[in-house]
């Protein structure tokens, strides 16, 4: 229902207007009278008015001033302009402020009540739309973790949108990657088997898991996911703060909290999984390249054991995998 204020400095025709027609019926819950500018002001700070229907010609404020102040707070209202005085100056001024109907007294009741149908049915859709646009920001904001992860899968996979677009949907994506950006990539195999486990719980898994790791990363990396075709967890890693004189301590920095994540997975959720961390490399170009390079490090040096760190900078020795339980021996 809606709300409707007529402003006019004759009392019978603020009177006779809003005792003559059918509002109810029109949608309209509750008309206001005001018999001046001023005093629209005033009820407007306690009422939630739709419609404004409004003279021109008023002591004090006139109704194009009362327009102008009231677009300047309550921006959704819509006005009805009623007026004696047929010149193009005030058409042309109430137009230029967004008056929605200018109709010429005497009007008839059923040309006002058609115009404020009018306005109502505009009203209701615009509440529509904005209804619309709310539940489709929620649907994308519902959306963006896999908007995420698909975007990275497709780099992964060497496909490569055009720079522009890519800038584009990384700024949609809320993604503080850009070209050139140095870059670390972390592989993670579960060592576990789900076999006959039902898809709802591995998908809560797997959450917990990249959960883990972003709480760990995020207070000075950031940090994107996805799950690839091999069911690893692969991330891309990228310093708040990148610095080239920091590098190598950005890369001890991130080995630490990469093996801590390892830990800790094992620790609250009773999981072994096997960690593979690259060298810098430059997003998105070189990407798909250390993405196949994680690859073949599990294939190649950590093979079946499990419960292993690799460091693409280590000398490639599977000697030198040091398993998750020495490096926390007590």
């Known amino acids: 229902m809606y ?82 005085h047929d010149e193009f100056q005030y058409a042309q001024e109430a137009i230029r402020q967004g008056v929605c109907e200018y109709l010429l007294k005497p009007v008839a009741n059923e040309e006002l009540e058609n115009a404020i149908r009018a306005l109502i049915g505009a009203l209701q859709r615009d509440g529509e739309q904005l209804v619309n646009q709310q539940k489709l920001s929620y649907l994308f904001r519902e959306s963006l973790p896999k908007l995420r992860e698909s975007l990275l899968s497709e780099l992964l996979g060497g496909k490569m949108p055009p720079a522009s677009m890519l800038r584009d949907k990384l700024a949609l994506y809320e993604l503080p990657y850009r070209e050139s950006d140095p870059v670390l990539m972390l ?31 995020s207070p000075r990396f950031h940090i994107w996911h996805c799950k690839d075709d091999y069911d690893y967890l692969i991330f891309l890693v990228r310093p708040k703060e990148p610095s080239e004189n920091a590098e190598k301590e950005w890369i001890v ?54 419960e292993s760190f690799f460091h693409d900078l280590q000398e490639r020795n599977v000697g030198e995998i040091r398993p998750l339980s020495e490096l926390y021996a007590s």
Request: charged share 20%.
């Open 3 to 84: 709300e409707i204020l007529i402003v006019d400095d004759h009392t019978h025709l603020v009177d006779s207007l809003a005792g003559g027609l059918p509002w109810e019926k029109m949608g309209v819950s509750a008309v206001h009278k005001a018999y001046s500018g001023e005093e629209a002001l005033e009820l407007l700070q306690y009422h939630a008015i739709d419609i404004i229907v409004t003279d021109i010609r008023m002591p004090g404020m006139s109704g194009l001033e009362l327009v102008s102040a009231v677009k300047d707070k309550w921006v959704k209202i819509k006005f009805v302009i009623l007026t004696g």
């Open 187 to 217: 592989g993670m195999r579960i060592e576990e088997d789900f076999a006959g486990t039902d898809l709802y719980s591995v998908s809560l898994l797997e959450y917990a898991l990249t959960n883990i790791a972003d709480e760990i990363f």
């Open 253 to 306: 920095e991130a080995e630490r909290l990469a093996r801590l994540v390892q830990h800790q997975i094992k620790r609250f959720l009773k999981i072994k999984v096997s960690l593979v961390m690259s060298n810098w490399s430059a997003f998105p170009a070189e990407v798909p390249a250390v993405y196949h390079n994680v690859l073949s490090l599990f294939t190649d040096y950590i093979g079946f054991q499990t």
